[in-house]
């Protein structure tokens, strides 16, 4: 067993001046596998933000404002369709009472209201301490570090380099009831608290 521990390869971990940390093994391989990982999720959004993260994901290759209008439809759609699956939309509603007044409680897709109003403003909290560029394979550490300086470095950061702490949701529970004469089927969620 201690043979097969000494072939992994170092991981190297760097946290660059602005807070973006670069970590990587480095296995000699021929080939490489590299991410950019952004702590970025609907538990952390606000309803003044709600979306955002969904959106965001939308966006991962894109950067001007004609490819965020286009992203802008194809969510809108995307959200009726999710609204059309009364599977999905009892869930919503599950979530939404059960976890009331807290992030939990939210869509991840946000309203509509929001997907319709979301702006390049709106991405300005996802900072330079949120992301972790990760390489693994064929890959040197400091030609790795270089490229996150080349493309990465302006990114500004306003934590000191460790993101916000996420507060924990509360459980409330309730019941909601939505009747429709018309449907033939109905749709039930039921949750209940339990042990970690």
Same mark, same amino acid.
Request: proline share 4%; net charge neutral; charged share 25%.
């Given at each position: ?30 080939? *490489?596998?590299? @991410?950019?990982?952004?702590? @970025? ?54 979530? @939404?009472? *059960? ?19 979301? +702006? ?14 990760? +390489? *693994?394979? +064929? ?8 490229? *996150? ?48």
């Amino acid at each position: 067993m201690r043979k097969c521990l000494l072939k992994i390869p170092e991981t190297q971990v760097t946290i660059m001046d602005y807070c973006l940390r670069v970590a990587s093994e480095d296995s000699g391989a021929s080939t *490489a596998t590299v @991410a950019l990982w952004i702590d @970025a999720r609907s538990r952390s959004e606000t309803p003044q933000n709600n979306g955002v993260a969904h959106f965001l994901e939308h966006m991962a290759f894109k950067a001007s404002e004609s490819e965020i209008e286009r992203e802008r439809s194809v969510i809108l759609r995307e959200m009726q369709k999710v609204e059309s699956n009364l599977q999905e939309v009892v869930f919503d509603h599950l979530h @939404a009472t *059960a976890y009331q007044g807290t992030p939990r409680g939210q869509t991840i897709l946000g309203p509509t209201k929001k997907i319709k109003s979301i +702006g390049r403003n709106d991405f300005t909290h996802y900072k330079a301490s949120r992301i972790v560029l990760s +390489g *693994a394979g +064929g890959v040197k550490h400091n030609e790795l570090e270089q490229l *996150a300086e080349q493309h990465l470095g302006k990114m500004k950061n306003t934590f000191d380099c460790k993101p916000p702490s996420i507060d924990p949701c509360r459980r409330t529970g309730s019941e909601v009831c939505i009747r429709d004469d018309s449907l033939p089927l109905a749709h039930v969620a039921i949750a209940v608290e339990s042990c970690g």
